[in-house]
């Protein structure tokens, strides 16, 4: 099963009505054409940054389904279909495919820790449910499961439609890894924003950002750079991004990242609570480097 | 706000149909009148043992009614109403308030994870909308979201029915705090079960635990024996029973206690898939051991 | 081997002169005979407390010829014989035994991490090198080791000497393991001061502690009160005395004991640099706690 | 204070005769010898793979005297001068400079953990005893203190000679604060083997390493192609060692780099105890990689 996933892959927000409780489907679409129009290589919806363990079901699939329709296949799109149930899972992963997503997104998300056989089951359940291939998605942080290398290989390799892995540990030794392992057959991505020159220097196929919502020339020329393998260049447009991909690590993506695209003009709503908007200094800084960046 | 809860409080299973969709509401009933007669002081439904986390939002609904509605106030009930989002958390404390729950038990379950003031608002939003006493509930294993005893104390010095706390870090040193700087008037309550006589010694007034579904009457003496202040037959009771505690936190608890409950006569189905029933070697371990402790 | 070794274990300090440089023999002696008339079971120079680690090998003999001529055998003594080598280690043991000692301590102190065959060879080595018991010393904190429950009772059954095992990762379910799997068979102690009281209810015969040297009657009467099942009693004196449990601790041994010492009129120097004394805010803690604690 | 440190720096290893007891300096002098040959552009003696801390204080004196002597400027050299004491540090350090070291290196070993002030005012007493700069050194794994990027560069900031920084905790974002915090102007080395194409292409100035023993070639054209801005080719090269790297650092750099001397005909005796020799199949494994990468 062959892929087209590659460079820089950008992460919707999922905007809300001010008080957080409705949808604003509108405001989404325009984050999809500002994502396109900055150049990205792919887009993934309801992701980590896009809140999409924070829906209802009936939500995640008025997202889902609007993101597809309005993407339109301008560029391929990766659906996360994360739930805490293989049945959820499959359900979801089931509506992406039906509405046109190219790939889904799986994250072993666990309130009881998994086993080894048990992640490796949940993902035979949902690749034998669909016809699109699934990219693995490893980020204990927010999971509460890690999955080793050696595991990760195995499921690719029992899995069929498993083509693709997103590793988001921060541990740049996860990828050589995947690399030496995988004997370069298995392409990896990136989800940790801080690793993105070193993560690309070892391997990767592509960065997995929302970063590309607030500043997706210096993230092209990021991955420009390594394509012509200019070392130097890649080297200085990394360290001048990185003040940004720190902070909206650190920040939390939702609220970084919304409170960025309001700055630029684009008004998305706060997250969910538990989760606060960014607070005042926050804007502050963040303003701040938006500007250095510009 | 005064509380009665102290000694041992039984959590409930969900059962479910063989294949796992469906909820077995008879058999809830039948393993709630076990607990019950076991002699439990207080009853815990939709607990990490309940499989709260993999219900839908109407099974939830269903279960927490079911459970109330049975145990009729023959022992106090405490049902947890945890969700990822603070509107959902408040709309299950209402329904449960509004159902008979006598309290409320909110684990910070967290996707992202969550600042000391989001905790903080998230507890106060919560007590806000209801008028019943909440245990806060500590469980970074499950949770991602580890409070120090400083950060618990000021919530529960803040929010008026925030009354009581779970701490299952399994670290006895947080339970001698919670004891020190609460100044003995924060009656907390342990959920790691191999710590259950350390945690009495230590001044807990209540053990929550699944264990109850399978071995009451040891429980029971423990903790009457804490009560007699004869740590001798304490500790001897207390090794007796570890071997069970150790497995059941091991083994998870969905899953043994479930393969425990059949093995007693009542079928009550597996775990929801990712999670898996408990193996054969498993139940021939557990078999074994519960025939040893009869 | 039949070992006595049983309640109160005092740690010695080691003092120096006030310029750091030399040893304080004569303070030193004061410092064990107050231990003694504090009714101490056993002492154990030249450990964590003592700053064996700090000292050179003249030193270390100096220290430790002189403790064990001046205890003289009114308690049994154990003598911390770790060093980073193997051959150090059996130099340390040799010289312990052929002055006096009743048995000697051993941690596995590691520069580079040891493999569980390199810490049972390093322990057989120095088994066989001498007559008197081994204490086995897990410490991960200060040693960079962690020993587990199983390799630790590994070591207990394959080197005869071996016959006590110490236990200071504040974990208390590794004294419940040892328990079970020692079959009660094997002595523990405690190397926590804030788990005194767990330990002892868990099974430890002694605590292992410098508190001793500040608050000894403190400490017998909570191991007294163990002794007469007493837990009400035991409960009280442990929470009256850990506060200072919890400052020595965290303010570092050395610095805590060095600094309460002079504080009741022994004057014993500084720890050794990099090592700080206590500093004017933690000697004024120190004082009133002391204080409270008459 | 300027320093010429950078590219290649090569450790050495100290090698002892067959029992371990005695040191065989010839057999360093040779390993030195080819060190140089394989082009290092500097030599630390007496680093981790040195067994610094297995040496007696004459050992090491020795070891020091003769490696500078022999090196005799044909390159710079740095050695390490770590000790557990502030005193003995010094004297190491001073003992090197009369030696004519270029260079000392300095990691905050720690029995006792330290605080920040306890590791700054440890920098600056060594730093007021001598002249020539000072490498601070960052490697918890075998020192137990764990330095923040802050702490370091606050050491950098207030002890003249602390003038270059090596950093081992595998973590490739500390590097790059210190060269965003150090703004480009603190030079900083890598001291983890696999990382050695990140730390690189993060900005590091030099690589300390004791691949440089048995792969010096593969080492400097790592460094080279990094040189040349050729991304493509580092990467290859870095790939085609990293198993090598691998596989010291988890099979210790003492006895792999040991055995590897000695399947390259240069005898150098086993690492002391309690650390092992590499075994027979470790052997097989080093054998069968040093002869695909010929």
Partial sequence: MSTTFHGIIGYTITPFSHDGEQLDLPALGK??????????????PL?????????????W??????SLAHIAKRVPT??????LTTAGAIRRAHFAQAHGADAVMVLPAAYWKLSEAEIIQHYRAI?????VPIMLYNNPATSGTDMSVELILKIVREVDNVTMVKESTGDIQRMHKLQ????????FYNGCNPLALEAFVAGA???????ANLIPDLNQQLYQAVLRNDLKTAKAVFYRQLPLLDFILKGGLPATIKAGLAMTGLEVGEPRRPVFALDQSGQDYLKALLQTLR
């Fill in 31 to 44: 984050s999809i054409d500002r994502l396109i129009a900055g150049g990205v290589h792919a887009i993934a």
């Fill in 47 to 59: 992701g980590s940054t896009g809140e999409g363990a924070y829906l209802s079901d009936l939500e």
């Fill in 61 to 66: 699939q008025q997202v889902a389904e609007f």
């Fill in 78 to 83: 990766i659906v996360s279909v994360s739930d």
């Fill in 127 to 131: 690749g034998a449910s669909i016809d």
């Fill in 180 to 187: 030496m392992l995988g004997e370069g057959q298995v392409p």
């Fill in 205 to 211: 196929s592509g960065w997995c950002t929302a970063a």
